[in-house]
């Protein structure tokens, strides 16, 4: 015995790795977007998002790992996992979504702006121009 290992090279599985890796990324509430995912060794590519059974309508996947958000929305943050799967293994990989609010803050504080200019307009004692008129 030589002592000589031999390896078939038929038999070794090509081991998965990722070739796009999503990012995290911020998000405008009510903005479209993509988020790419890619594996190599043609595996199979899906998403998940942790905490939710099923993702709503707007929320899509395709079996080319790219996941497909239309008008998103708050509750639309969370971690988002895509797994590459083959006959051997899977390996997974997540990313952060978050949904800047910013805008709903500029709305509110508008609001607030108004009703607390209508109140001040009305509460005050401030002359104010009547419609009556004398009669001559």
């Known amino acids: 015995m030589s002592g000589?290992?031999?390896?078939?090279v038929n038999c070794v599985a090509e081991r998965l790795q990722f070739l796009v890796k999503p990012r995290d990324a911020s998000l405008a509430a009510g903005s479209d977007v993509t988020i790419a995912c890619s594996a190599s060794a043609g595996a199979s590519l899906s998403w998940r998002?942790?905490?939710v059974a099923v993702l709503p309508d707007h929320v899509t996947w395709s079996e080319d790992g790219r996941l497909r958000m239309r008008g998103?929305?708050?509750s639309d943050a969370g971690l988002y996992v895509c797994?590459?799967?083959s006959a051997d293994h899977s390996q997974t990989i997540d990313a952060t979504i978050r949904i800047d609010v910013t805008g709903d803050y500029v709305i509110i504080i508008i609001i607030i702006v108004i009703?607390?200019?209508?109140?001040?307009e009305w509460t005050l004692p401030f002359p104010?121009?009547?419609s009556m008129q004398k009669a001559c």
Not at 4 to 8: G, S
Request: avoid cysteine; hydrophobic fraction near 60%; aromatic fraction near 14%.
């Open 115 to 120: 009703v607390v200019w209508f109140v001040l």
């Open 83 to 85: 797994t590459a799967s």
């Open 49 to 51: 998002r942790v905490g």
């Open 128 to 130: 104010r121009a009547t």
């Open 4 to 8: 000589l290992l031999f390896v078939d």
């Open 72 to 74: 998103v929305r708050r």
